[in-house]
């Protein structure tokens, strides 16, 4: 168990709607990442923030926003959604940045129909 | 901006043999490299991380990975492979840009 909590474990969803996924990082860290893995892409990163501050973003799509709140966990939004949306969302949190170990949560599985 | 490669799919191996599982990197400045584990319908597992030092770096469940930086390679190895550890093994890189990325990932089957 890495102390990191994502909530809902699935989800199954309708294209067009919009979800909002949550994470809890582990006690003490400061860094929330969220990642993307399909089948097609890989493991792919959307984005970063520090301390309620986004400090990065990847291949984040319009559509989709996040937020980290001041009691540090994290929402990520995806709204309007489309079949290729479907695939494991994964947070890891870290300490800081940069150098530090990113630790992963287990995932919420979203499947768009 | 920085990548990863990982030139095998899949490896096979038959338990209590030698593993490799190969990582090839691109980095503007110095590398932060990492090998991640993930079993099925489970997260990413930090195995071992590379920041500065001895080239050679121990890790979790007997996991070793040599950095070399002539080659910009940071090949995961372990001396001698269990069943369990039968799974996806992911290499990583984070350079200045902050941003990590992963490999596509290599499927590690150990055959009894």
């Known amino acids: 168990d890495s102390g990191v909590t994502q909530t809902p474990k699935h989800l199954i969803t309708a294209t067009g709607q919009r979800v909002t996924l949550r994470c809890s990082p582990r006690?003490?860290?400061?860094?929330v990442y969220w990642y993307q893995q399909s089948l097609d892409q890989g493991l792919q990163f959307l984005i970063h923030?520090?301390?309620?501050?986004?400090?990065a973003k990847g291949n984040i799509l319009e559509r989709f926003s996040a937020q980290q709140f001041p009691d540090l966990h994290s929402e990520l939004n995806l709204s309007s959604l489309e079949l290729g949306d479907s695939a494991l969302y994964f947070c890891a949190s870290s300490v800081l940045a940069h150098t530090d170990t990113q630790y992963f949560g287990p995932g919420t599985r979203l499947t768009v129909l | 901006a920085q990548s990863v490669a990982q030139p095998e799919d899949q490896v096979n191996v038959a338990e209590g043999n030698p593993l490799t599982v190969k990582c090839t990197y691109s980095v503007s400045g110095n590398p932060y490299l990492f090998w991640y584990v993930q079993y099925p319908n489970r997260g990413l597992q930090f195995l071992l991380k590379y920041i500065t030092g001895d080239n050679l770096v121990k890790g979790s469940y007997g996991f070793e990975a040599e950095f070399n930086k002539s080659q910009t390679s940071f090949h995961l190895k372990k001396p001698s492979a269990l069943v369990s550890d039968s799974a996806l093994y992911f290499c990583?890189?984070?350079?200045?840009?902050?941003?990590?990325?992963f490999g596509a990932g290599t499927r590690l089957t150990v055959k009894p």
């Open positions: 990583a890189v984070r350079g200045r840009d902050n941003d990590m990325r």
């Open positions: 006690s003490g860290d400061l860094s």
């Open positions: 923030y520090y301390n309620g501050e986004e400090r």
